[in-house]
């Protein structure tokens, strides 16, 4: 499998479709928004990018649900690997490609398959315990690996019945190991603070307000949609009269930059626990970059052989 991975506004999907075609490869989205249909313009779903010289390439795990419902690692865990298998049964490349760095780690080290069910004797012992305790508890069963996961309470404890299911799964149930050449695409931190503010403005442009105001119109709440990432939050408290418009457009711009610094401190600690990343500079034309990438997996190969 071929993982194209970087910060957002960085063209990943662009680079993963013209992968898939030059390489006969079929693409796996691995972004937790985009699974939601009727979500489109906020999360950057882009399905121009996947026709490529006329060419339509197939891409998986892109509106499958409708928005409201509550997606989990386990369940893209079970939908990655049906794409997959189909994929190389077809005799095509998985070619994964996002920026949610937990669905990405959860592919490229095999987070254990493990659904956690509800134990109620289990959550009660946990009502009274503190924030600092639980992050223990938490601890106790593995090294966290969404920081989040330590932020809100009720993040922490489905953190902690997920981790305590985990240490009773069975070897049958773990996720296979995927060979994966790892691409992340980078720029210069300044010029991905330009990409994130002319990206803004062309979604604002053409029609994200009014995608927003479509969702809450089919009687999703605002909490539940402010969940869905930064442009919903934003657009929300707009749509809501809590930001003015101005007010939306700084405070979003900000809020994106600082999503793309966390995304590529994700992206370094996956590095440091041993997932290769080879880096593609981002301001290269598309023909450089993708010679760049095949002169790689034409060393790795040689090296394999």
């Known amino acids: 499998m071929i993982t194209i991975l970087g910060p957002t506004a960085t063209g990943k999907t662009a680079l993963a479709a013209r ?21 489109d313009i906020g999360t950057g ?7 490529v010289n006329g060419t339509a390439v197939p891409y998986h795990l892109i509106d499958i649900l409708e928005p409201g419902y509550e997606y989990n690692i386990y369940e893209y865990q079970k939908d990655f690997l ?21 669905y990405l780690e959860a592919v490229l080290k095999g987070y254990m398959l493990a659904r956690s069910e ?16 639980l992050i223990e508890i938490l601890k106790s069963f593995k090294a966290p690996h969404n920081i989040t996961d330590l932020e809100e309470r009720p ?3 489905k953190a902690i019945t997920v981790a305590r299911a985990a240490t009773t799964t069975s070897s049958a149930e773990r996720f296979p190991e995927i060979n994966s050449v790892n691409f992340g695409i980078s720029f210069p931190r300044g010029l991905v603070k330009s990409r994130i503010f002319s990206r ?14 479509k969702l809450l119109d089919s009687g999703i709440t605002p909490d539940r949609l402010m969940k869905y990432g930064l442009e919903y939050k ?32 994700w992206y370094r600690r996956m590095e440091k626990q041993g997932i290769n990343i080879h880096w593609i500079d981002g301001r290269l034309p598309m023909e450089e970059k993708i010679e760049e990438i095949k002169e790689i997996l034409n060393k790795i190969l040689c090296q394999s052989l």
């Open 19 to 39: 992968l898939a075609y030059d390489l006969n490869g079929e693409v796996i989205s691995a972004d937790s928004r985009q699974v939601y249909r009727g979500m």
């Open 45 to 51: 779903k882009d399905y121009d990018d996947y026709v």
């Open 82 to 102: 049906k794409a997959y298998h189909g994929i190389m049964s077809r005799g095509k490349l998985p070619v994964l490609c996002g920026g949610s760095g937990m």
């Open 118 to 133: 509800e134990d109620n004797e289990f959550l009660s012992a946990l009502e009274h315990k503190t924030m600092d305790q």
């Open 155 to 157: 993040r922490l404890l």
């Open 200 to 213: 803004l403005e062309s979604r604002l442009e053409n029609g994200m307000i009014a995608e927003v105001q």
């Open 234 to 265: 934003f657009v929300t408290l707009y749509l809501t009269g809590s930001l003015s418009g101005s007010g939306m457009f700084d405070s979003l711009n900000i809020a994106i930059r600082q999503f793309a610094k966390r995304q590529m401190t």
